[in-house]
């Protein structure tokens, strides 16, 4: 095994740590919040979680198209090059649940903190 595969590697289980981590949270966040109706939003707020939203769709289907890609490397492919794109697909699902929880923190309701 060379460097860089090792390398790919380990960053694939960093990450995956990383992201389950986010989700916990997430799960957690989701079931304490209070979440407020979007038309009772200002218009600023409005526009945030629609900037929210697009990017979140964005990043799920950069994320649908690596986890395809992975696939393909699953039988075509090195186990390093599958590796690899596990971990693009990791990092995409990363952002997802980061917009996933600006989202909440944006529909709480304001009498709630951190």
Known sequence: MDIGAGVVYVM???LM???LRRNYHLTKLRSKAKIRQPEK???QEQ???KGYTADKKKWSILGQIFFLTSLFMAFKGTLAQLAFFMDLYTVAMIVVSNRDIDIIKLLRQP???N
């Open 111 to 113: 009498s709630q903190s």
């Open 12 to 14: 694939l289980f960093v």
């Open 17 to 19: 740590i990383y992201n």
């Open 47 to 49: 526009g945030t979680l």
């Open 41 to 43: 939003l200002s218009k």
